[in-house]
C-alpha cells in the first residue's frame, strides 16, 4: 500500500491523541517507525472495540485482525502498519502469542456491561489494555520488561477518555461511570446527557478516584514507552485540574486537545525517560 494510505492510520491514532504530535519531534518516524506504526496499530484495535456500535461487527473487524497477526510472522502481512511492524527485527522476536492477546482480549470484552464500582472498571479495563501495555512495553524495553505500570497507566487512560465520551455513550451498555457512583448520585442513564449538580459531583468523585490511582501508578515498576509517558503526564494533569474545577466535564474537554509550552515539556520529559531506559 501507499505511504497515503499508512499515513491514514497515523493520521487517526493523532486525531485521538493530537498532544502525541509534539511527542514526534523526540521519536523520529525515519529512526523508529515500528514505535509509530505500533501507537496507530493499537488505536485501530481500540476504534474496533470501543467504537463500532454493533458487537458482531466488532468482532468481524477483530477477527480480521487475528488473521493479519497469526500469518504476518510467515507472509510480513498485508495491512500496512502490519508491514511496517514485521519488517523489523523485533516483532519476529516476539512472541506470537503477546501480538494475539490484545485481539483477543478486545473480543472477550465485546459485549460487557457496566461495572459495579471502579475497582471493578479498572479490573475489566485491564484484560484490553494490559495486553495492549505488554505488548508496547515488550516492543520499545524487551520481552523481559515490567508491563505493571505501563497496563496501569493504558487502562486509567482508557477511563478518563470514556468520560470525555459520558454524553455521546450514554445509550451504550458499558458507561462511563460505574452503577454504585450512579446510584449514589441518584443519577439514570438519560440523566447523563444533560448537565446538573448530581452529574457534576459524579463525574468529581471518578476524577477523584482516577487521580488516586494514577499516584499509585507512578509507583509501580515498569519503563513507559515515550508515546505513553506523555499520555500518562497528559492525563494526570487533566484529571488534576479537572477535579478542582467548576464544570470538570468542560474542563477535561478544554484540557483534552490542548497543546502548547505544557505539552511539550512533557513530551521532553517522557522522551527522556524513554532514553535512560535503553541507553
Known amino acids: 500500500m501507499s505511504d497515503t494510505a499508512l499515513q491514514s492510520y497515523i493520521d487517526k491514532w493523532l486525531?485521538?491523541?493530537?498532544?502525541?504530535?509534539?511527542?514526534?519531534?523526540?521519536?523520529?518516524?525515519?529512526?523508529?517507525?515500528?514505535?509509530?506504526?505500533l501507537a496507530a496499530l493499537e488505536q485501530?484495535?481500540?476504534?474496533?472495540?470501543?467504537?463500532?456500535?454493533?458487537?458482531h461487527v466488532a468482532a468481524t473487524k477483530l477477527n480480521w485482525w487475528a488473521e493479519e497477526l497469526s500469518g504476518a510472522a510467515a507472509s510480513g502481512g498485508r495491512h500496512p502498519l502490519t508491514q511496517v511492524l514485521f519488517d523489523d527485527d523485533r516483532a519476529q522476536a516476539l512472541p506470537a502469542e503477546r501480538w494475539m492477546a490484545p485481539v483477543l482480549a478486545a473480543m472477550a470484552q465485546l459485549e460487557e456491561g457496566t461495572a459495579a464500582d471502579f475497582p471493578a472498571q479498572l479490573a475489566a479495563g485491564s484484560m484490553l489494555h494490559g495486553a495492549i501495555a505488554e505488548l508496547e512495553t515488550a516492543w520499545w524495553?524487551?520481552?523481559d520488561a515490567s508491563a505493571a505500570r505501563a497496563a496501569r497507566v493504558a487502562t486509567l487512560s482508557h477511563l478518563l477518555f470514556s468520560l470525555l465520551?459520558?454524553?455521546?455513550?450514554?445509550?451504550?451498555d458499558r458507561l462511563a461511570l460505574p452503577m454504585a457512583?450512579?446510584?449514589?448520585?441518584g443519577l439514570s442513564r438519560n440523566e447523563l446527557r444533560t448537565a446538573s449538580p448530581a452529574r457534576q459531583e459524579a463525574i468529581r468523585?471518578?476524577?477523584?478516584?482516577?487521580?488516586a490511582a494514577w499516584r499509585e501508578a507512578d509507583r509501580l515498576p515498569g519503563p513507559l514507552s515515550a508515546f505513553r509517558g506523555l499520555e500518562?503526564?497528559?492525563?494526570?494533569?487533566?484529571?488534576?485540574?479537572a477535579r478542582k474545577a467548576a464544570d470538570p466535564l468542560a474542563a477535561l474537554r478544554q484540557g483534552q486537545r490542548r497543546q502548547g509550552p505544557a505539552v511539550a515539556w512533557q513530551a521532553w520529559q517522557a522522551a527522556r525517560s524513554w532514553r535512560k531506559q535503553v541507553d
Open 15 to 37: 486525531a485521538v491523541q493530537p498532544q502525541q504530535r509534539i511527542a514526534l519531534a523526540f521519536v523520529d518516524p525515519k529512526t523508529y517507525p515500528g514505535h509509530i506504526a
Open 44 to 55: 485501530e484495535w481500540l476504534a474496533a472495540a470501543y467504537g463500532i456500535r454493533e458487537p
Open 141 to 143: 524495553f524487551g520481552d
Open 165 to 172: 465520551r459520558l454524553e455521546e455513550d450514554a445509550e451504550r
Open 181 to 185: 457512583r450512579l446510584a449514589r448520585h
Open 205 to 211: 468523585a471518578q476524577l477523584d478516584d482516577l487521580h
Open 232 to 241: 500518562s503526564r497528559h492525563g494526570r494533569t487533566l484529571v488534576g485540574k
